[in-house]
């Protein structure tokens, strides 16, 4: 069973509007979490990362995100989308005791002018 | 640049053919990592690789056979392929464990065709 559910395929925001990617998690363990982009034709790129630490997440370009854990929830924000965040953006989890991740199946953002 | 590369970028093939993906990293990792990421599919792991040995294969078909030959490098080698095989293959590092959860870097990506 798949241990995180994006919830969106596609999300459609116009430029300088906020930006929300939602993201649930498997509640049967703590997990490690990651959020990746991906733009076109290029490999994958880290966002930020939960390990728990803390519980808001500041990651590149302005993202962060929340570990809600009543909510098993890790959704991923940006106050004000730019043209050059269209991408895909895969939440990530890996269990504790391997080195895998896990991936979703990713949201694909599209940035109106 | 992650200092994570794969050759080539591209490679189209037949279902005959035998060719190799190559990944190579200069970040110092100890763990490597390959991934298939299909059209409509959530990122797949194929192998992982920790010190040079194999930790995990993923129930991936004999066709693809990793190999490690130390820790900064990776290849991939094809042979008898499908066409559903086309994908783009995704090599990664990560360094050695610790108590945090550590990513993984990713490269670029071969983008295969089987013809």
């Known amino acids: 069973a798949q241990s995180v559910t994006q919830l969106d395929s596609h999300v459609s925001v116009s430029e300088g509007t906020p930006v929300l990617l939602r993201c649930n998690y498997s509640?049967?363990?703590?997990?490690?979490l990651f959020w990746y982009v991906q733009h076109p034709n290029k490999g994958l790129q880290l966002l930020l990362k939960?390990?728990?630490?803390?519980?808001l997440v500041k990651g590149i370009n302005g993202f962060e995100a929340e570990f809600k854990k009543s909510e098993t929830s890790f959704h991923l924000t940006k106050p004000s989308a730019h043209m050059s965040d269209a991408a895909e953006y895969f939440c990530?989890?890996?269990?504790?005791?391997?080195?895998?991740?896990?991936f979703g199946s990713g949201t694909r953002l599209q940035v109106q002018p | 640049e992650t200092g994570v590369t794969q050759t080539p970028r591209h490679l189209v093939m037949g279902m005959t053919n035998k060719k190799s993906l190559k990944c190579e990293q200069h970040?110092?990792?100890?763990?490597m990592y390959w991934y298939k990421q299909s059209a409509k599919k959530p990122l797949e792991l194929m192998f992982v690789?920790?010190?040079?040995?194999?930790?995990e294969n993923n129930s991936v078909p004999s066709r693809f056979s990793p190999e490690c030959p130390n820790s900064s490098h990776l290849f991939l080698h094809l042979h008898t392929l499908q066409p559903e095989d086309s994908a783009l293959y995704l090599c990664?590092?990560?360094?050695?464990?610790?108590?945090?959860?550590?990513?993984?870097?990713f490269g670029p990506g071969t983008r295969l065709t089987v013809l």
């Open positions: 990664a590092s990560s360094p050695p464990e610790t108590a945090t959860g550590n990513e993984q870097f």
């Open positions: 939960y390990t728990s630490a803390a519980t």
């Open positions: 690789y920790n010190f040079k040995e194999q930790t």
């Open positions: 509640s049967s363990y703590s997990p490690s």
């Open positions: 970040l110092g990792h100890n763990a």
């Open positions: 990530v989890d890996r269990r504790a005791g391997r080195r895998a991740l896990t």
